[in-house]
T-cell receptor
Framework: AQKVTQAQTEISVVEKEDVTLDCVYE???????LFWYKQPPSGELVFLIR??????QNEISGRYSWNFQKSTSSFNFTITASQVVDSAVYFC?????????????FGKGTKLTVNP | DTGVSQDPRHKITKRGQNVTFRCDPI?????LYWYRQTLGQGPEFLTY????????KSRLLSDRFSAERPKGSFSTLEIQRTEQGDSAMYLC?????????????FGEGSWLTVV
């Protein structure tokens, strides 16, 4: 069965600090996708990134970067120079890629609070 | 706004009443999903449509829950004889089925409180 673990329940940082959110996953599939979503207090899940299991290149998008390591089944997310607007709950998710619905299995989320 | 829209955003109902939520997916998205999220938890998959066909249902979807997507566009999720345990946020999502996989986009959710 697929499983996503976000061990950090809550993280609190001061503005401009760098912060890394951890994500560890379990799957028997050889082809799968990994996602990160941001959920601000309004409730909407905002898509941040999708990564194919065959693409282990790290990705950077502005202050956001992602480190995918298949050997450790991890897909960590780093925010550089955090800002108050980054405060939200962040979810890591996994979906199988072959056939079926490609439904997402989510972790429990990490609540990030960035203090001014 | 061309994102996934859900209505109503908030609903308070008495136990035993029926409620219905509507979801309008992103135009041309052929896949539509319903998820449920309770406080402190990640969203959990409920059901999925490919066009108008409901292809998968979670065991979380009891007999009191029914979802439809009659013309392959908007979808409704009805909960009959609501119970306090149904209180949650119901999230709708949509995606376009492609050979390179799907990116699933979510709406703002419909909050349900059963009193």
């Amino acid at each position: 069965a697929q499983k996503v673990t976000q061990a950090q329940t809550e993280i609190s940082v001061v503005e401009k600090e760098d912060v890394t959110l951890d994500c560890v996953y379990e799957t028997r599939d050889t082809t799968y996708y990994l996602f990160w979503y941001k959920q601000p207090p309004s409730g909407e899940l905002v898509f941040l990134i999708r990564r194919n299991s065959f693409d282990e290149q790290n990705e950077i998008s502005g202050r956001y970067s992602w480190n995918f390591q298949k050997s450790t089944s991890s897909f960590n997310f780093t925010i550089t120079a955090s800002q108050v607007v980054d405060s939200a709950v962040y979810f890591c998710a996994l979906s199988e890629a072959e056939g079926g619905s490609e439904k997402l299995v989510f972790g429990k989320g990490t609540k990030l609070t960035v203090n001014p | 706004d061309t994102g996934v829209s859900q209505d109503p955003r908030h609903k308070i109902t008495k136990r035993g009443q029926n409620v219905t939520f509507r979801c309008d997916p992103i135009s041309e998205h052929n896949r539509l999903y319903w998820y449920r999220q309770t406080l402190g938890q990640g969203p959990e998959f409920l059901t999925y449509f490919q066009n108008e066909a409901q292809l998968e249902k979670s065991r979380l979807l009891s007999d009191r829950f029914s979802a439809e997507r009659p013309k392959g566009s908007f979808s409704t999720l009805e909960i009959q004889r609501t119970e306090q345990g149904d209180s949650a946020m119901y999230l709708c999502a949509s995606s376009l089925d492609t050979s390179s996989g799907n990116t699933i986009y979510f709406g703002e959710g419909s909050w349900l409180t059963v009193v």
